[in-house]
T-cell receptor
Framework: GAVVSQHPSWVICKSGTSVKIECRSL??????MFWYRQFPKQSLMLMAT?????????EQGVEKDKFLINHASLTLSTLTVTSAHPEDSSFYIC????????????FGSGTQLSVL | LAKTTQPISMDSYEGQEVNITCSHN???????ITWYQQFPSQGPRFIIQ?????VTNEVASLFIPADRKSSTLSLPRVSLSDTAVYYC????????????WGLGTSLAVNP
């Protein structure tokens, strides 16, 4: 199956710093990628839809200036958590699908962010 | 948007068949049913997808009755490594943004 690589797996940072998370589709081109956040024992919450070559679509309540998304190529999307605070500590996951009409999502392994 | 309802948790033993049922009473004509598996601290993994009747692959079977208001994921002969959270999602083809992730079913497989 299709492989989505997410990096880093975990990151610890100080409050006020920015953290960048990368999501790569290794063996397919992904015009659309999705970014989720998941708190312990909770479900996945979609944060934004990343579209190659255009601006990301953010879900209601997600600050676009805080969670910067860049999808510069068909295989790479990045999420930057700017000026991170302890409440941003969470598990961030990306996913991608292979085509416009392919319903299956392929997920990265996730990034555990801990903000001190 | 089709809402799904599934048991919060289930217990089983190694070697048993496990059936997890998901209710989706307001499923739309264009909606597919997809199941994902998630281990702790990992991203979800696609298990199986179907539209109607029965679908089988190397890891699971998906049973969908004619009215499509429910579906059952069947895991044959589970092992300890099948302990995970299983999510049932219903959504229109190509519209992954609209998928709603519930809490899933936490399956515990005991020795």
């Amino acid at each position: 199956g299709a492989v989505v690589s997410q990096h880093p797996s975990w990151v610890i940072c100080k409050s006020g710093t920015s953290v960048k998370i990368e999501c790569r589709s290794l063996d397919f081109q992904a015009t659309t990628m999705f970014w989720y956040r998941q708190f312990p024992k909770q479900s996945l919450m979609l944060m934004a839809t990343s579209n190659e070559g255009s601006k990301a679509t953010y879900e209601q309540g997600v600050e676009k200036d805080k969670f910067l998304i860049n999808h510069a190529s068909l295989t790479l999307s990045t999420l930057t958590v700017t000026s991170a605070h302890p409440e941003d500590s969470s598990f961030y996951i990306c996913s991608a699908s292979q085509g416009l009409h392919d319903e299956k999502l392929f997920f990265g392994s996730g990034t555990q962010l801990s903000v001190l | 948007l089709a809402k799904t309802t599934q048991p919060i948790s289930m217990d089983s033993y190694e070697g048993q068949e496990v059936n997890i049922t998901c209710s989706h009473n307001n499923i739309a004509t264009n909606d597919y049913i997809t199941w994902y598996q998630q281990f702790p601290s990992q991203g979800p993994r696609f298990i199986i997808q179907g539209y109607k009747t029965k679908v089988t692959n190397e890891v699971a079977s998906l049973f969908i009755p004619a009215d499509r208001k429910s579906s059952t994921l069947s895991l044959p002969r589970v092992s300890l490594s099948d302990t995970a959270v299983y999510y049932c999602l219903v959504g229109e083809a190509g519209n992954n943004r609209k998928l709603i992730w519930g809490l899933g079913t936490s399956l515990a497989v005991n020795p």
